[in-house]
């Protein structure tokens, strides 16, 4: 199979769902490839560029008046164009996403967990808290706790002060003394591990074609710019829903042959594959207020560990 029909055939099952989230597909396309470039877009190149994924111009348009409704974007109107672009709360949110789809996954673990007491709070504020935390992996030990073997307590210092809640939550840190074995089957519960690797298997084996017809040296493990974007923004879209359930656990809580390791290889290798050749096509069709996207930030490059070229021999990704 060639690289080219590959990503058709990526396309085709994107397009043939039931249900087609243009607004999440909106969401991955601005942390994507707009944040990290300005962060502001002119809305017909939106309509331009999701035309492959099957949205049309009307769709975009209802998904991004939802997106401006729901305080992630903001619009601005120059002449008879509109130009959006991320709210503050949008962009905080956005660099805290950036952060786990493209960061390391954790490796140590000093036994050590971090755990939220609720009690204290009341009903509205407690499920708030739920909610905006379990974004950062905690998940519920009990009614009134929440816990974290790793967490990232810079975002969680920011979430609970954007929260109000840095003065009534209690947070403390704790260690298991006893019964390991049913601290992992608790773990595994908690965080509903199993439908997780699930979804990451169903990941991997939907990418891996892919991933073994770019492998070649010939014109068909070749891409266009245009398809290297398409399949940039389907990697990470399919990537992000799953990544963003995942609490990122250390290996010592994890079932046997966890297959996030193996989506996380996947998806380093093959955005390490295609992202030049998206961002020369979007430096051809995006358009700004000011002309052209600019050029990524220093931080973009540092996505996945560094941006570096890959070789033919990291593209084999084993279930």
């Known amino acids: 199979m060639s690289a080219e029909n590959a990503c058709l055939n990526l396309v085709n099952e994107f397009r043939s769902r039931p249900t087609l989230r243009s607004g999440s597909l909106i969401t991955t396309v601005f942390g994507d490839a707009i944040a990290p470039r300005g962060g502001t877009v002119w809305l017909g190149s939106l309509i331009k560029v999701l035309a492959d994924f099957g949205v049309s111009e009307r769709l975009v348009r209802t998904s991004v008046f939802r997106l401006v409704k729901d305080g992630w974007l903001q619009s601005d109107q120059i002449g008879r164009r509109s130009y959006y672009s991320l709210t503050d709360q949008g962009r905080e949110r956005f660099e805290q996403a950036t952060h786990r789809i493209y960061g390391t996954p954790a490796s140590d673990w000093n036994g050590e967990w971090c755990l939220l007491l609720l009690s204290t709070l009341d009903t ?32 969680l210092d920011v979430t609970i002060r954007r929260l109000g ?7 403390m840190r704790g260690t298991t003394i006893k019964s390991e074995a049913a601290m992992r089957e608790l773990t595994r519960s908690c965080w ?4 997780i690797d699930a979804r990451y298997r169903t990941f991997v084996q939907g990418f891996r074609p892919l991933i073994k017809a770019l492998s070649g040296h010939s014109k068909l493990s070749q891409l266009s710019e245009k398809s290297a974007f398409v399949v940039r923004t389907l990697l990470i879209q399919e ?18 042959n966890w297959h996030g390791a193996a989506a996380y ?10 992202y030049a050749g998206a961002d020369a096509y979007l430096d051809d069709t995006i358009e700004t207020a000011d002309g052209p996207l600019p050029p990524p930030g220093p931080s973009f490059l540092q996505r996945f560990g560094g941006l570096v070229p890959s070789t033919d021999t990291e593209y084999a990704v084993h279930e």
């Open 165 to 171: 809640v840095a003065d009534k939550l209690i947070v």
């Open 239 to 256: 990537y992000r829903k799953v990544l963003l359930r995942d609490p990122w656990l250390p290996a010592e809580l994890l079932p046997g």
């Open 192 to 195: 509903s591990l199993d439908d």
């Open 124 to 155: 509205e504020t407690r499920e708030r808290v739920r909610k905006e935390c379990g974004w950062l992996g905690f998940g519920p030990m009990s009614a009134n706790v929440l816990a974290h073997p790793l967490p990232d307590m810079a975002e």
């Open 265 to 274: 290889q996947l998806c380093r290798n093959l955005y390490r594959r295609v």
